[in-house]
């Protein structure tokens, strides 16, 4: 159950990775994270009514507020990273952070894993890596690109460390999830308050006109982020979170190929082979 989920978040992630990206390039990042957090929000405000999560109210629901915190920040770093540079190139190193804080945080708390898993570990990283790595004569990444890649990378990192202590059972994590969306989306306001008040826009250059005809690839992207987390934390609850780690950060290859078959981003041979051994790493996770 930890690989089928893990693999299920990896698949949400990169498909609202490519979304976000690409909604960024003709809409503000921030605009695009707030909007589709607010839609989150109200999916999610209707579930912890339907299903009373409330009663589920607890001093673990700091994690999920210390997530919503740090969410924003990376989620902007992240699509203005996916804007400036390519998809193929930005989504590999960003996932680098997701797989090392929480296998950082589960190794400190005492969690060994299998040999098997060990390799398939390496395998799945050294994939990941090789993803992310333009082949001799590609177009050098941007150091902007890099260092917000890389800010992402370790906020990513840390909400899916937080996200996976904020609840204990499924009405628990709808709360938490709930907590973390309408946090991000009081950080995500007040970013773009500051923002407009420096002369930043908020709105596409077609107003209000170009909000509305995105609406459905909004709540999209905001919803499908939701689905992750909630997948990702059902993974690590269920199963040693390095693994979950691992296989969640396989969600490159998701942005990339989303990349070749809508964009035509063409994959180089170093990047298709990293998917190749992510796909191999992959395999050796779940039989181990």
Same mark, same amino acid.
């Given at each position: 159950?930890?690989?089928?989920?893990?693999?299920?978040?990896?698949?949400?992630?990169?498909?609202?990775?490519?979304?976000?990206?690409?909604?960024?390039?003709? +809409?503000?990042?921030? =605009?695009?994270?707030?909007?589709?957090?607010?839609?989150?929000?109200?999916?999610?405000?209707? %579930?912890?009514? *339907?299903?009373?999560?409330?009663?589920?109210?607890?001093?673990?629901?700091?994690?999920?507020?210390?997530?919503?915190?740090?969410?924003?920040?990376?989620?902007?770093?992240?699509?203005? *990273?996916?804007?400036?540079?390519?998809?193929?190139?930005?989504?590999?190193?960003?996932?680098?952070?997701?797989?090392?804080?929480?296998?950082?945080?589960?190794?400190?708390?005492?969690? &060994?894993?299998?040999?098997? #898993?060990?390799?398939?570990?390496?395998?799945? +990283?050294?994939?990941?890596?090789?993803?992310?790595?333009?082949?001799?004569?590609? /177009?050098?990444?941007?150091?902007?690109?890099?260092? @917000?890649?890389?800010?992402?990378?370790?906020?990513?990192?840390?909400?899916?460390?937080?996200?996976?202590?904020?609840?204990?059972? @499924?009405?628990?994590?709808?709360?938490?999830?709930?907590? #973390?969306?309408?946090?991000?989306?009081?950080?995500?306001?007040? /970013?773009?308050? +500051?923002?407009? &008040?420096?002369? /930043?826009?908020? @709105?596409?250059?077609?107003?209000?006109?170009? +909000? &509305?005809?995105?609406?459905?690839?909004?709540?999209?992207?905001?919803?499908?982020?939701?689905?992750?987390?909630?997948?990702?934390? %059902?993974?690590?609850?269920?199963?040693?979170?390095?693994?979950?780690?691992?296989?969640?950060?396989?969600?490159?290859?998701?942005?990339?190929?989303?990349? &070749?078959?809508?964009?035509?981003?063409?994959?180089? =041979?170093? #990047?298709?082979?990293? /998917?190749?051994?992510?796909?191999?790493?992959?395999?050796?996770?779940?039989?181990?």
């Amino acid at each position: 159950m930890t690989a089928v989920f893990a693999l299920t978040t990896s698949f949400l992630w990169g498909l609202a990775d490519f979304g976000g990206g690409l909604l960024t390039r003709r +809409i503000p990042a921030l =605009t695009v994270v707030l909007v589709s957090q607010l839609l989150a929000v109200g999916a999610l405000g209707t %579930i912890v009514v *339907a299903t009373g999560a409330w009663s589920e109210a607890g001093p673990q629901l700091w994690y999920a507020v210390a997530a919503g915190v740090v969410g924003p920040a990376a989620m902007l770093a992240f699509y203005r *990273a996916l804007a400036l540079g390519p998809m193929g190139v930005v989504s590999p190193l960003g996932a680098l952070g997701g797989v090392a804080v929480p296998l950082g945080v589960s190794l400190v708390l005492g969690e &060994r894993p299998g040999i098997l #898993q060990v390799a398939g570990i390496a395998v799945a +990283i050294a994939g990941v890596v090789l993803a992310s790595g333009p082949s001799k004569g590609g /177009a050098p990444v941007q150091r902007q690109t890099l260092m @917000l890649t890389l800010v992402a990378a370790f906020g990513f990192g840390s909400v899916m460390a937080l996200i996976a202590e904020a609840s204990h059972n @499924l009405t628990g994590l709808f709360l938490a999830l709930f907590v #973390q969306r309408v946090c991000n989306v009081v950080v995500g306001g007040g /970013a773009l308050y +500051i923002s407009v &008040r420096r002369g /930043a826009p908020a @709105l596409p250059e077609d107003g209000w006109n170009g +909000i &509305r005809s995105s609406l459905l690839p909004l709540a999209f992207v905001g919803l499908a982020d939701v689905a992750a987390n909630g997948t990702y934390s %059902i993974a690590a609850s269920n199963g040693p979170v390095t693994v979950a780690a691992v296989l969640a950060s396989l969600y490159p290859v998701v942005t990339a190929l989303a990349a &070749r078959g809508v964009l035509s981003e063409r994959l180089r =041979t170093v #990047q298709a082979a990293g /998917a190749g051994l992510a796909l191999m790493g992959t395999v050796l996770l779940a039989t181990g």
